[in-house]
């Protein structure tokens, strides 16, 4: 009876058991570095989850891509605009994950201020500020892409937290970005001391670059030319050259000039582009006649734009060359395969301020910052346009032609066509349409063409999983 | 670790204790005695008796041999004691020491040795915490088999044996392979959260037979019950099944499931008796689909592709099916008529061996057995070889003391396939019969190489591989080793009270490797999937304590108390570690001790430890008036490591009762015919603890992992999982009432029982919204009902001194119905816009397990049947004069159906085929489950038994017969395609062949089949020799018996065989799959005891 009454007493100690795996949340939140690892990890999910759809959502439903051999049901369906909510392809939880991990930070970070002496509230400023413009951009992708969607800006810590929520007007989600933005602008650091850092987390310059997207993506052109001329006025960028050693530095090895926010793969973590892209069984190819797109020069085979062959296209298979290539005749390996994504470079900047400019009357800026972009570039006459200055729809033709030259296959071209054509209450419908015509199967073209001229279709399904999920999320309208 | 000891060290304490009380009583004094010991018979000495001082409990206090002429000196300590002489071949005798000291002394030898002493009493069941309840008196539902009853079969482990023989409890193999698990359901759906297999108890202590979830086994699910294999069916002396609450409460938080409850043999007194057996069983793999031939193959897929395009498939790209004899290589590869199922099956060899040693004397007794069975798998890679040995040792210090081990150690070897089970033959089912096994070169000639190219048309690894490289050069061999030492001690503190502890050790270990060779995969060698390895390793350790206190007072004839109290503990701990690794430069350099490339995408090495505690505390107690009336009440109270304060504790009562009708004055006069008339009935609560892979023994804390790789050189950390405050025991609720007769002398048994169980806050993994930005939590989401009733019979219509006739019969029957659910479950699956799913929706009130889906009506003949029609069989023509085209899910998916695609029925006559025109096709759970069959022995030596088993009701889709007939993709398909329709006009019910595009094969009736069987599971005749032909090899007994099982089944199910399990998860519907259908088999088998 003693040893019994002995054990009783003993249960609730012998009872406590923790994983031995991690840091358990009471334990968490107390010291800097566990801070820093929580930011960290916001980064390595930026790496590892949405990374696909970058790629997939920019570029798919745009007319740069067609279905190579080893391409699946659901991206085929993607590329002819055929969309279902069960697309694999339109899941968007990578994204969520991630704002989680950005509500997380941005609710507990400031506690640990407290606890830990040795943190400064500069530094905590500056992990802050991360989180603040992590979540913006993520909700950026997702206004973009779906219109309407949930908005959280509460860590989910515990299942008493477990919420469903409705859709939020893509105006509500857009002011949220906007303030997210703001909020982080004078929190963000100048520079982390190496270059790697400040092209591969987030700085100040970088927050003004996304509030320059942002800007220009709700039509507020002032503040886009204000937060472009910042990026230009900090004198940390520049382009790189167009040399020989141009795509090297830009694309093969990174952390150029030119870069602003760049994800940082390496060798431990490789990106998922050479299943992608590589040459056996691509899922995706260039299409067929996308170097006509950079014109050429029939006396001087030699005289090239530089960003067309074994750049954007290998002429011989089609294949996109961007992120396998290491040279123009040589291909990286699959274990090598660890070319950056680059949300951002210096170009974007320019030519992000050619449109705002266009849109604001200042035609003539617009046309030298594209000619800028030209003069690098090489581009050939045959691509030149001459539009007049205040002919916004011919300037914003050749601005969408310039973008699509420069950012081919860098996650853009969907939401460069997107966002021009839903302006002024759609008025430029046929620069979608037109790219429907071009990398839509023949098959499918008459449909496709009926889907895209339905606006509610230019947005993106919502995931089955969560209308089941959830009872309060409503289907987007076309899916309906 | 000190308060991982506590209960273990009070328990050893305990054991002290006791042994040291025993000994006080021992008194100094010496006295010595002498005498001589002679046979009654021949009057010579007796050499080598034993002589013993005993105390009054029967404890030996001091004991000698006598010498060569039969004499003994021994010193006694107490003249009260008595001297007891023994010895093999006479008579023990015992007498009183008072004041005698010269003891000579004739022993009687006894006449002749007795065969074997069999002390079968009344069964005794209870429920297996100890206390000992006859059969009679149960008050809760509990069947018990007896091994007699399933030795003859060819089964490797218990639960094969159980299969379709216990009602209630319906048993449905995994698949064939050797090694393979049972899913084992006792009435009905339980538990939701995938793990639905009873609690184990081996000899009174639970029996863990899960490895750890984490752990890196490419058959971790379906090796669950594998683990069972330990125990050789021929050590099992009982099996029993809890099927109430009321009888598992006693069991508590891991006894939602139900409790089997095996019994080992123990030793009896008598001379030293040997048994073997041997059991040789050949088993046949029954055919399965019929595929198309290469050359029927590769006409069917360019018209597949054609019927896209409108253009012929170009077979310069796709030389596959070029069929140019000037080019040797793709003619000689891809010109074969390959049987790819055949070419990985054989027929399989299963040896069982066993031998096993009992007896014992007064004092101590034994069992020991050794048992070693080899099995051949029927598809080829496929390999179990496994030493079993048991050693249980009784020990009777005295009437006070007696001590009990079991030992049990097992060691197997199992050759699987690489990848999941299974995996293998499905691809061998769709891989091309076109192309050969063996690589042909380029001027034609075979090679012994396999072929095996990168990619082809059909895709590449692991869409698609060389399944004969697959099964012969890849391997997946796993190594496992279980000890399990018992130690029981029980000592009777006084005539009424009885203190009873145990202490078990569950030490198990495992390595796997698995290995993918390159020429299996064929892909080029910078991939991570060329000569791939994954070497595993897990322990698991375990430590349990029960100690009871069970008191059984003297009240007298009229009424009589059992009473338990009891503390137990358990402690486990699970390891592993795991590297893959890849790239090494050879095909034969398999492990991943071999240096090899490690550091990239898809490769690992991990490591995981979890542990888990549970306390539990149990009264129980069972009393009885006039033998007429019988209550038995119980209290469990668990605490569990793996909830979170203040949820930690559950308490799990118990109350049944059982009324013998019989034992009324006034059914006296019915006494000559009916021997037993009782009512029970029973309450009681029973619990399950969360269960999931990784961290689902903390769930209630939010773990922040490192991150997988860094970030500019940093290391991240990110929450795992949200804290779950609100987990809580999953409680299950259950009453049952029954009525048991026993007739005629016992040739009528009969069981009746109604239940009905509520299981409320049900367990299970839902998957969140994707904006908690967590994919899947563990919550307590709803409320689920279980009713049914079970009936079983046992009767022995015939008895004559020559020829007995037994036939036993069971039928069951269970209904779920969801009575509540959370908001954050989704309450629909399945997409019915895209080919091959079926919608699955929970409302409640309904069972689970019911889907829904198009009805499937054949196919479009021509152009005119293509036309919308409404209600009254007119054509829809649309206001500019032409007819209206039926369509497929209008606007999203618009798909204008064509002629030669399936037609579905347009059941609201909108000529659009979309979700709502979805109706109710089925429901996997089976009406009525159950078995019979007679047995007649003749004249005591030959036997001749039949089983059948059956289940009525209950409809499965059968996905092996939509993936063999979508025509969808390269895929291989069944010669049910060869009556596809291909021109306007066309009458069939198969349509034309698409690739890669239409609505052919959209979740419909097409698929659904009823899987209502009735199966002759088994036959089995046994020749018992007379002894006197036995005498003539020296043997006691001996007798040889052949055995068939799975011998024919009658169904109209099309696929390979019916019984198929439910689904895990809530929406529990029944897929056919088609892995490897339960085999054929035939044993010869012999038992001899010596």
Known sequence: ?480 | MRRFFTPVFYTVVILCMLSVANTYAQTAGKILLKGRIIGSKDKLPVIGATVVEQDQDKRVVNGMATNLDGEFALTVSDVNHKLVVSIIGYKTASFSIGTRRVFNITLDETSNELTEVNVVAQAQVGNGTGLNIDKRDLTTSTVTLNAKDVEDLAATSIDQAIQGRLPGVDIVSNSGDPGAGMSIKIRGTTSINGVSNPLVVVDGVPYNTSVPSNFNFATADNSQYADLLGIAPSDIATISILKDAAATAVWGSKAANGVLLLTTKRGRKGSPSIAYSFKGTSQVQPSGIPLLTGDEYSSFIPEEFMNVTGVPLNTQSAKEFEYDPLDPYYYNNYGQNTDWIAAITRKGLQLDNNLSLTGGGDKASYYASVGYTKQTGTTVGTDLARLNTRLNLDYSVSDKIHFTTFFSYSHSKTLALYGQPGDVRSTAQTKMPNSSIYEYDEYGRLTPNFFSPASNVQGQYPGTYNPVAMALAASDVTLSDRITPHFNLRYNITNTLQLNSDITFDISNGRDGSFLPQIASGRPFTETNVNRTTTSDYDTYAVLTKTSLIITPNLGDKNSFQGLVQVSSEDDRQTSQSATTSNTASSSIMDASAPARTASSGLSIGSNLLQSRTVSALINGQYKLLDRYIVNVGLRIDGDSRFGPGKRYGYFPEVSVRYRLSGEEFMKKFSDWLDDFSFRASYGHSGSAPSKPNDGNYLFYSNYLSTSTNYLGLAGLAPSTPRLDNLRWETLKSSDAGVSFVMFKNRLNVDVDFYRTRISDLLTDIDLASYTGFSDVLLNVGTLDNQGFEVFLQSTPYKSKKLNIDFAFNISNNINALRSISPYFATQTGDVTTNGNYLQVLQLNNPLGSFYGYKFKGVYKDADATVARDGSGAKIISPDGTPVQMRFNYPTTDYLFQPGDAQYEDINHDGNINYQDVVYLGNGSPKFTGGFGPTFTYKGSITLSAYFNYRLGGQVINQAKMRTSNEYSYDNQSTAVLHRWRVPGDVTDVPRALYGTGYNWLGSSRYVESSTFLRFQSITARYTFNKSVASRIKAKSLSVYFTGQNILTFTNYTGQDPEIGQGSGIYQIAVDKAVTPPLKQYTIGLSASF
């Not at chain 1, 500056?126 to 509460?154: H, N, Q, W």
């Not at chain 1, 005289?303 to 005749?329: C, E, F, G, L, M």
């Open chain 1, 1 to 480: 009876m003693v040893t019994m009454a002995m054990s009783v007493c003993s249960c609730n100690k012998f009872l406590n058991l923790r994983p031995q795996n991690g840091i358990t949340s009471d334990q968490f939140w107390q010291t800097k570095e566990q801070l820093q690892g929580a930011v960290i990890g916001i980064y390595n999910g930026l790496l590892t989850g949405p990374a696909v759809n970058y790629f997939e959502w920019g570029e798919a439903r745009a007319d740069y891509v067609t279905p190579g051999a080893g391409v699946s049901v659901d991206e085929t369906n993607i590329i002819s605009t055929n969309i279902l909510p069960t697309n694999g392809i339109v899941d968007w939880s990578a994204f969520y994950r991630i704002i989680n991990l950005c509500n997380n930070v941005i609710d507990n970070a400031p506690g640990v201020l407290t606890r830990d002496k040795t943190l400064t509230s500069t530094v905590l400023n500056g992990y802050l500020a991360e989180a603040y413009t992590i979540r913006a951009l993520m909700y950026f992708y997702l206004v973009r892409s779906f219109g309407d969607v949930p908005l959280t800006t509460k860590y989910l810590g515990s299942d008493n937290d477990l919420v469903q929520l409705a859709k939020s007007p893509k105006e509500v989600v857009e002011k949220q970005i906007i303030s997210d933005l703001n909020t982080a602008e004078p929190l963000a650091v100048n520079t982390y001391g190496n270059v790697a850092s400040d092209k591969g987390r987030v700085i100040k310059t970088t927050v003004q670059t996304i509030q320059a997207d942002v800007y220009l993506w709700v039509d507020d052109y002032a503040d886009c030319i204000a937060a472009c001329d910042k990026v230009i006025g900090s004198g940390k960028y520049g382009l790189v050259p167009g040399d020989a050693d141009w795509f090297n530095n830009l694309y093969v090895v990174g952390n150029s000039v030119e870069g602003i926010f760049e994800l940082q793969y390496d060798a431990q973590s490789l990106n998922p582009f050479y299943s992608f892209f590589a040459t056996t069984r691509p899922r995706y190819l260039a299409y067929i006649n996308l170097i006509d797109n950079y014109s050429f020069d029939e006396l001087d085979v030699n005289n090239v734009d530089i960003r067309s062959y074994d750049v954007a296209i290998h002429a011989a298979d089609q294949s996109i060359y961007k992120y396998i290539a290491r040279t123009p005749t040589s291909l990286r390996t699959s274990d090598a395969s660890y070319a950056h994504w680059i949300f951002y470079r210096y170009a974007d900047v320019l030519l992000m301020k050619a449109e705002a400019c266009i849109n604001a009357g200042r035609g003539q800026d617009a046309l030298d910052l594209i000619n800028q972009i030209r003069t690098r570039a090489h581009a050939l006459p045959g691509t030149e346009q001459f539009p007049g200055v205040d002919d916004k729809v011919a300037l914003t033709s050749y601005l969408v032609a310039e973008r699509g030259r420069e950012f081919a296959f860098e996650g853009k071209r969907w939401y460069d066509l997107l966002r021009n054509a839903k302006r002024d209450h759609f008025a430029r419908l046929d620069l979608l349409t037109d790219a429907a015509l071009i990398s839509v199967p023949p098959l499918n073209v008459q449909s496709a063409l009926s889907r895209l001229r339905d606006t509610n279709a230019l947005y993106f399904p919502i995931p089955q999983l969560d209308i089941n999920n959830d009872p309060n999320l409503v289907q987007n309208p076309f899916y309906k």
